[in-house]
Antibody, heavy 115, light 111 residues
């Protein structure tokens, strides 16, 4: 069974850094895309970044290029999303997804950034 | 502005049928499989339909999917109050910044 288990909710201040994680199991980690999707309160789903662990092919949505960094640790089947300087507008739920012709979802992680 | 276009809301009475459309382009729906997701309030999206028209184990056959050209449709028959949720379509976009793309979501109200 595919499982994506994300790190917990975070409360941060504007300007702080943050790294959230997603541990995958139940499938071959290296040979599926894994990425992150943002959902702001009451809004739709926005793709942010995605990586193919086998060859480190990394893609960023133009809306998020330069704003976040995606990375993986193949040794522990874990993907990460990192911010160097959070803004209040980063307040949202962040979902980890495995993409293999469709998305398999983590449970989501609420990130709250206060100004 | 989402890459895939869905109606913001649809509604129907219990027991009735409803369809939700998803419109894209030749670089996304026109080239790749479409999937559909149900998001109940306060929960993560759940896969309903994959590869245009296939249902994962445990999804009732009241839910169906189809695709034609650059559009796709989700159908739900025998509506139940428990079907009230947001529904999203998704696919891969093969343009320059290739990646997964989603519709803006459709709120289903079961009257």
């Amino acid at each position: 069974e595919v499982q994506l288990v994300q790190s917990g909710a975070e409360v941060k201040k504007a300007g702080e850094s943050l790294k959230i994680s997603c541990k995958a199991s139940g499938y071959s980690f290296s040979t599926s895309w894994i990425g992150w999707v943002r959902q702001m309160p009451g809004r739709g789903l926005e793709w942010m970044a995605i990586v193919y662990p086998a060859d480190s092919d990394t893609r960023y949505s133009p809306s998020f290029q330069g704003q976040v960094t995606i990375s993986v640790d193949k040794a522990i089947n874990t993907a990460y999303l990192q911010w160097s300087s959070l803004q209040a507008s980063d307040t949202a739920i962040y979902y980890c997804i495995r993409w293999s012709q469709c998305a398999y979802w983590g449970q989501g992680a609420l990130v709250t950034v206060s100004s | 502005q989402s890459v895939l276009t869905q109606p913001p809301s649809v509604s129907a009475a219990p027991g009735q049928k409803v369809t939700i459309s998803c419109s894209g382009s030749s670089s996304n729906i026109g080239k790749n499989y479409v999937s559909w997701y149900q998001q109940l309030p306060g929960t993560a999206p759940k896969l309903l339909i994959y590869e245009n028209n296939k249902r994962p184990s445990g999804i009732p056959d009241r839910f169906s999917g189809s695709k034609s050209g650059t559009s796709a449709t989700l159908g739900i028959t025998g509506l139940q109050t428990g079907d009230e949720a947001d529904y999203f379509c998704g696919t891969w976009d093969s343009s320059l910044s290739a990646g997964p793309v989603f519709g803006g979501g459709t709120k289903l109200t079961v009257l």
